[in-house]
């Protein structure tokens, strides 16, 4: 069974850091895109950040670039979000998603859509305070 677990989430002030860990099992974890996405309350879900199953390469939401850092182990089966310098804005439930190799094609076209993610966590809320 596919499951994704994501922790770190918590209350941090304005310009505060968190660090989300994404654990995963049941499936070849090193040959899955693994992608963080958030939802804010009244707002679609969004992607925030990506990393690449091969060669680690990384994207970015323009929002977050240059304060969140993506990163995978895995021999932990685990993919990290680093986010720095929080701002109220960021407040949101954060999702770790898994996209298997057969989503590809799709993923390289779109690596935000939704839909080329096969698996969910359950996600965790982030609020940052003003």
């Known amino acids: 069974e596919v499951q994704l677990v994501e922790s770190g989430g918590g209350l941090v002030q304005a310009g505060g850091s968190l660090r989300l860990s994404c654990a995963a099992s049941g499936f070849t974890f090193n040959d899955y895109v693994i992608g963080w996405f958030r939802q804010a309350p009244g707002k679609e879900r969004e992607g925030v950040s990506f990393i690449v199953a091969n060669d680690g390469s990384t994207l970015y939401d323009d929002s977050v670039k240059g304060r969140f850092t993506i990163s995978r182990d895995n021999a932990k089966r685990t993919v990290y979000l680093q986010m720095n310098s929080l701002k109220p804005g960021d407040t949101a439930v954060y999702f770790c998603?898994?996209?298997?190799?057969?989503?590809?094609?799709?993923?390289?076209?779109?690596?935000?859509?939704?839909?080329?993610?096969?698996?969910w966590g359950q996600g965790t809320q982030v609020t940052v305070s003003s």
């Open positions: 998603a898994a996209s298997s190799p057969r989503m590809a094609r799709q993923w390289a076209l779109s690596p935000a859509a939704r839909e080329v993610y096969d698996s």
